[in-house]
C-alpha cells in the first residue's frame, strides 16, 4: 500500500496537475512547470529535458550536498533491498541554520529509489519519527529535529 501511494505521487498520478498559469511554451521550450489543482495542499512539479540517462540525474538528485548548499551532511545509515529491484534507505541528514537567528535542523529519512519499465526512476523520500517506528536517536546538540514531507 504505502509502495503504491509512493509510485502513484513519483509519477504524477495521485494529482491533477495544470500548466503554471502565464507560462507559454514555444517551440524552443525544453521544460514545463505545473502546479497541482483541486487537491488539499500546494504541489509544483517542474520537468525539464536534460543530455543524460535517468540512473545519472538519479545519482545526482541523491548527492544533496553536491548541489543544496544548506545541506551539511547526508549520511546513508543502511540500505535495504525490495522484492521489485528498488531500494529503501534510511538516511540522517543535516541542514545548516538559514539564519543566524535559528538553530541547524536534522532529519531522519527513507528514501525509496525504483526503476521502473519504461526505463524512468523513482525517487521518494520522507521523514520518520518515533511514531512511525522510526529510529530512536537521541537529539544532537545545536540541531533542532525537523520534519520533511513526503515528495518524489
Not at 76 to 100: K, P
Amino acid at each position: 500500500e504505502t509502495l503504491a501511494e509512493f509510485l502513484s505521487k513519483a509519477t504524477g498520478t495521485a494529482v491533477e496537475w495544470i500548466q503554471m498559469p502565464g507560462m507559454k511554451p514555444g517551440p524552443d521550450s525544453i521544460g514545463i512547470i505545473a502546479i497541482s489543482h483541486g487537491c488539499t495542499g500546494v504541489a509544483a512539479r517542474a520537468c525539464g529535458l536534460v543530455s543524460l540517462e535517468p540512473t545519472r540525474v538519479a545519482e545526482i538528485l541523491k548527492d544533496r550536498p553536491s548541489w543544496y548548499r544548506d545541506c551539511r551532511a547526508v549520511d546513508v545509515m543502511n540500505v535495504m533491498s525490495t522484492g521489485n529491484g528498488g531500494t529503501i534507505e534510511l538516511l540522517y541528514m543535516q541542514l545548516y541554520a538559514l539564519t543566524t537567528l535559528a538553530p541547524a535542523r536534522d532529519f531522519w529519512l527513507m528514501r525509496y529509489t525504483s526503476l521502473l519499465e519504461d526505463g524512468s526512476v523513482v525517487i521518494c523520500e520522507r521523514s520518520l519519527n518515533n511514531t512511525q517506528n522510526g529510529p530512536s536517536m537521541p537529539s544532537v546538540q545545536h540541531f533542532v529535529r525537523a520534519e520533511m514531507l513526503p515528495s518524489g
